[in-house]
């Protein structure tokens, strides 16, 4: 049997409440070895929410684009060049700021940790971390040689990452696995609700 409520807003006696939307994803990916599990990490969000993802252009020596799923729409530093013609043109990163619930940095180097750090803008990822809405999840996997992971600046720059509310998905000895960067995030979107629309 129908729910009652059906009937009535079919009439246009009572509002029908919006399908609830899949979460919105923004996957991306950075110049690190790790980066050849770019198209795994895409793939695990695939069947249960809308996912686009950003490259920078070092993280391309990495992975084949062509491996990543098909509903899945890369962006590069490119695209932020020829998204925006004249004045008053939208910006890619502002509007794929806009478009996402949520952001993983899966994996990220160490040079990009400094640069987001720093406030640096350089590319298209850094611009979006750069815009960013903090009262939005933002997580990030590192994948640093040990040697690397052990300086002091990964440190003071992991904090400086900590102090926006990044969160931080801990691996063995390089970036975490693709399953347990599914989980943190299945994690952080049970415990925030998504906006209706």
Known sequence: ?????????????????????KPRILLAACGCVAAFKFAKICE???DWAEVKAVATPASLRF?????????????????ERLFWRKVGDKMLHIELCRWADLMVIAPLS??????????????????????????????????VHTFTWRNPFTEKHLMSVD??????????????EPSEIHSSVI???????????
């Open 1 to 21: 049997m129908e729910h009652p409520g059906t009937q009535y807003a079919q009439k246009g006696k009572l509002p029908m409440d919006p399908a609830p939307r």
């Open 44 to 46: 695990i969000f695939c």
């Open 63 to 79: 992975f084949n684009t062509a491996s990543l799923p098909k509903n899945v729409y890369l962006y590069t530093d490119e695209h």
């Open 110 to 143: 160490a040079n990009t940790l400094a640069k987001i750090a720093g406030g640096m803008c350089d590319n298209l990822l850094t611009c979006i971390v750069r815009a960013w809405d903090y009262n939005k999840p933002m997580l990030i996997a590192l994948d």
């Open 163 to 176: 102090e926006l509310g990044v969160n931080f998905i801990p691996g063995s000895d390089t970036m975490a």
């Open 187 to 197: 994690g952080v979107l049970q415990s925030r609700p998504l906006p209706l629309n």
